[in-house]
């Protein structure tokens, strides 16, 4: 398994800033993953970020509005931009730990985001 | 391309009833199958997963869940449920060609004492 911390938790912020979400992974991962969940609903994939690489945004998410870091293998970053009420929501960072197709994916605690 | 359903969006079970809670998938090649749960202002947590062999796998805090490729089925089961397993619960599906996971809409179980 794998142990994901997120930081900030939680936070208030103002529309039109911005909210950069930190995921740290206490092991190496090849597959880094962002996800939004609207609280009691199901995941939205938001991109996957490889190290090396430039992430993979899923249809309906822009990398000017999420843009993603991925400097190492433990470590990634989420940025949300010129912040709304409709990017209250929480967002989840997740890792697979090797490419294999059969391998789990873990889940960070999730970072809630209120837009006011 | 994969999906996943769970038809029920809430289920309701009294303390030490066997609970369900119903999954099924589709996908293109041979289905990789998860239940996540996710209790309040947590992130998801792995129950289980089947990737071949026994239809019947065994995961964390008693739950199990049974493939039947013919249904294109994973259901999650508990012989005797408890008050703490109220949470949500998420199937997911991955297929040998997808690098990602799709996941279903959820199901909310509540075990009333």
């Known amino acids: 398994s794998a142990v994901i911390s997120q930081k900030p938790s939680r936070d208030i912020c103002q529309r039109g800033t911005s909210l950069t979400i930190q995921c740290q992974v206490d092991s190496q991962v090849t597959m880094m993953f962002w996800y939004r969940q609207q609280p009691g609903q199901s995941l939205t994939l938001i991109a996957t970020?490889?190290?090396?690489?430039?992430?993979?945004?899923e249809s309906g998410f822009v990398i000017d509005k999420f843009p993603i870091s991925r400097p190492n293998l433990t470590f990634s970053t989420l940025t949300v931009s010129n912040l709304s009420p409709e990017d209250s929501s929480i967002y989840l960072c997740?890792?697979?730990?090797?490419?294999?197709?059969?391998?789990?994916?873990?889940f960070g605690p999730g970072t809630r985001l209120t837009v006011l | 391309a994969q999906s996943v359903a769970q038809p029920e969006d809430q289920v309701n079970v009294a303390e030490g009833n066997p609970l369900t809670v119903k999954c099924t998938y589709s996908v293109s090649g041979n289905p990789y199958l998860f239940w996540y749960v996710q209790y309040p202002n947590r992130g998801l947590q792995f129950l289980l997963k089947?990737?071949?062999?026994?239809?019947l796998v065994k995961g964390s805090y008693g739950f199990e869940a049974e493939f039947n490729k013919s249904q294109t089925s994973f259901h999650l089961k508990k012989p005797s449920a408890l008050v703490s397993d109220s949470a949500l619960y998420f199937c997911?599906?991955?297929?040998?060609?997808?690098?990602?996971?799709?996941f279903g809409p959820g199901t909310r179980l509540s075990v009333l004492p």
């Open positions: 970020a490889n190290q090396g690489s430039e992430a993979t945004y």
């Open positions: 997740s890792v697979v730990h090797a490419t294999g197709i059969s391998d789990t994916q873990y």
């Open positions: 997911a599906v991955r297929d040998n060609y997808g690098q990602n996971f799709v």
């Open positions: 089947y990737i071949t062999g026994d239809n």
